[in-house]
Structures are given as C-alpha cells and as structure tokens.
C-alpha cells in the first residue's frame, strides 16, 4: 500500500517538474502495476519478516560516508532549474528549435522517443521482452486439469463475496481499453504513447483477472497468442528500421518511408509506438498471468497434499 | 547559498535509504523494495535535471518559448517501464529461490548452500 502512495507521489512530482509523459507513466506502473506484483511476491513467499540485520552500524557508516561524498560532489552542480546548466546547451536546442520542421509532432517527447533516438527505444523493448521471457521461463507451469477444477472452486467461493466492484468493474474496463487506445494514438499530440498505453491496456486486463478469477481470464485472453503478440511487438518495432534501411535511409530513419518526411516521420512513429504498445502489454500481461497462475498452482498443490 | 541545489540533496537523501535497505537486510524482497527506491532517486535525479524556471512541459505550443528538457524525460519514462519488467524478474527469481530453499533470508540460503557441498 505504501508503495502505491509512493508511486502516486513520485508521479505528482513529475508534473510538478513539467515531465507529463513520465508522470503518466510512473502513474501506472508505480501507483499500480509494481505494487501488485510486491503484493503477489511477498502474499507467494514469506508475510512476516523475521530477518536478523547483519551489522547495521556498519551499513549506517557505508552509507552516511557515501552520501556525504555525493552531497560534496553536487557542490559543482548548476543550480535547481538553471537555464545554462550543460544539460540544457548540448542536444536539447536542435530537439526544441528543430524537431517541429523535422519531424512535425507537437509532442517533443514522442518525437525524440520515437524518431531521433529511436536505437534507445529498440533496445529497451528488447529488454523488456527479454524480461518477459525470463519470467516465463522461471515461473510458468504446466497446467494440470484436476488442478484446474479445485482452483476453480476456491476462486467462485472467492469471487462470489465481491458482487458490487465485479459488476462496477465490469462497466469500467471497456473504457480503461478505450483511454489505452486514446493513450497509444494521442502521443503525438498530448502526453502519452505505446509505453503508458501498454502499461494501462495490461491494467484492465490485470483487473479482470484479479476479480474474475484467472482461469477465466485465461479463457478470454489467449496465454500463446499473447506471447506471439510481444515477439509481434518487437518484430514490428524492428522490421520499421529495416524498412528504412532497404528504402536507402539509415536504421530507423523514416524520412525515406513516404516521399514527404514528415509524412514518414509521422509513418514511422506511429509503426514503433504500436510495436511499443503491443509488447509492452503483453510482456506485463504475461508477467501477472505466470505470476497469479504459480500462486495459485502452490495453493492447489498444498490443497492436495492435506 | 547552497539552497539551489537541495534537489541534487533529496536524490542523495532517497538513494541512500534504498541504498542502506539493500545492504543492510537479508530478506529479499526486502532488498528489491531498496532497488525499486534507489531507481526512483535515478528518475527523480534525472528529471530535476531536466527542469528549467519559468518553462513549461515539452509539447509544442503557441507563444510559448521555455520548454523542458525533454531528452531526460524520454530516458527515464522508457527507464520506468524497464525497471518495472526487471523487478518482475527479481521477484520472479526470488519466488523461485522460496520454493527451492524454503526461505528468502540470505543467511538461511547461504546456510543451505554450505551444509549441501
């Protein structure tokens, strides 16, 4: 709960800071998302700590030290919002000054997202899809039918007591998709884009299956398809630059995608921020799913053995 | 004097609380939680960096001449959704380790791990 407020927290101080983009997305993933998945562990390992802290003088002195040499080393920093500060005179100008005749997206964080560094982003939608694996790997389980039938029957003894949010949820999650969507395709004129987009279509779909119950979640959300949808992701994201290789540019260079280059640009973006979208939400629906699904195999397999 | 750099301070502040949190505890999950809360001092770091007075936030609109940094903003909202698919991963592994060694206390583990070689 703590971190939910936390996530909340850091999220209000990013407007505060003028970072709309980032603040959606810490909104999501911090206020929601991570907590659920602290939840998950913690509910799936131990509830109560009983752990001896080894040498906490020791880490106190360790970490007093190293803050105070961080501290000493910010004495050279530029000042709080200084407009002269390093930062502020090498890259960000040509982005600011030019971006809008180059690329022609009011959003310029989209449009360095999606177009001037659009390597970074390759590289860490590969991470993330990489992340999915190996969450798949580490916690997926063969499902077994007999197994099947008694989760089902904790989960509708369960679900039965939460009769008023399942039906306000339910009228709810068909416009959590469609502000997914209005997310995904407004990024280039308004905060947003395919990684708060993925990140909130996952949210609904998360919700769902927390009050439904998994195995019906299951039923509606296809677990292989969706993992063909993240590598479909990251497929789109990269065939785009390869695209634009083959058309005489550089690598994600989408000014030869059209015979305009705006019109490429605009081309460009909206192929990888769907690629973005598409395996950000799946990674994150696959990451819940495994999750829910090796909970629930741990309480069918101590149901058996009594 | 110094006033103008209190942001760079409250970063160090944050990041050395995760920071103590990871050394200091044997739990886990509880190590994880100092990761996420060092991560969240990074973003926090990079985004004061980003901000400038009297601007405003990087979408392009009329009569408006200040804008944000937006570079840093691109890093650290891709950053969020890494660090969220990466700490799926931790917890992942730890959930492992719970079911392989029956604990998550380092100590117990590394007790474990000596008495079987």
């Known amino acids: 709960m703590l971190s939910g407020i936390y996530g909340l927290l850091s999220a209000s101080f990013f407007v505060a800071m003028d970072a709309v983009d980032v603040a959606f997305t810490e909104a999501s993933v911090g206020a929601g998302i991570s907590t659920l998945l602290m939840f998950l562990a913690i509910t799936m390992t131990e509830r109560r700590d009983h752990s001896v802290r080894h040498k906490p003088w020791l880490a106190l002195i360790v970490v007093v030290v190293t803050g105070a040499l961080l501290i000493y080393g910010t004495l050279d920093m530029p000042y709080f919002g200084s407009a002269d500060a390093p930062i502020h005179v090498h890259v ?26 659009a390597f970074d982003t390759f590289g860490e939608v590969v991470v993330i899809f990489t992340a999915g694996v190996g969450v798949l790997a580490l916690l997926s389980v063969s499902r077994r039918p007999e197994n099947d039938a008694k989760i089902d029957a904790l989960n509708v003894s369960m679900h039965e007591q939460h009769l008023i949010l399942r039906i306000v949820i339910k009228i709810l999650i068909p416009f959590i998709l469609l502000f997914a969507l209005y997310v995904q395709f407004h990024g280039d004129y308004g905060p947003g884009g395919g990684f708060q987009a993925g990140v909130i279509f996952a949210a609904a779909v998360i919700l769902y299956s927390m009050l439904f119950g998994l195995s019906t979640a299951r039923r509606v959300i296809n677990q292989p398809l969706t993992q063909f949808i993240a590598a479909l992701g990251v497929l789109l994201y990269g065939s785009v630059g390869v695209v634009s290789l083959l058309n005489g540019g550089n690598f994600f260079d989408y000014n030869v995608l059209s015979d305009d280059p705006v019109a490429g640009q605009h081309l460009g973006i909206l192929l990888i921020e769907a690629g973005v979208g598409l395996t950000v939400a799946s990674v994150m629906i696959i990451i819940f799913f495994n999750f829910q699904g090796r909970k629930e195999y741990g309480q069918g397999q101590a149901k058996g053995d009594v | 004097m110094f006033l103008g750099l209190y942001n760079y301070w409250i970063v160090v502040v944050l990041m050395m609380i995760g920071f103590y949190i990871v050394i200091a505890h044997g739990n886990l999950i509880k190590k994880l939680v100092g990761l996420t809360i060092f991560q969240t001092s990074v973003f926090i770091f990079y985004i004061s960096m980003a901000k400038v007075n009297g601007g405003t936030a990087p979408i392009v609109g009329d009569g408006i001449e200040i804008y944000s940094n937006p570079l840093p903003h691109v890093l650290i909202l891709t950053a969020i959704v890494v660090g969220i698919a990466t700490t799926a991963l931790g917890l992942a592994l730890t959930v492992r380790i719970k079911e392989a060694y029956g604990s998550i206390e380092e100590e117990e583990i590394q007790k474990k791990d000596n008495s079987t070689c």
């Open chain 1, 92 to 117: 960000a100008p040509r982005y600011i000054n030019d971006s809008m005749q180059e690329i022609g997206v009011i959003n310029l964080v989209t449009s360095v997202l999606g177009s001037y560094r």
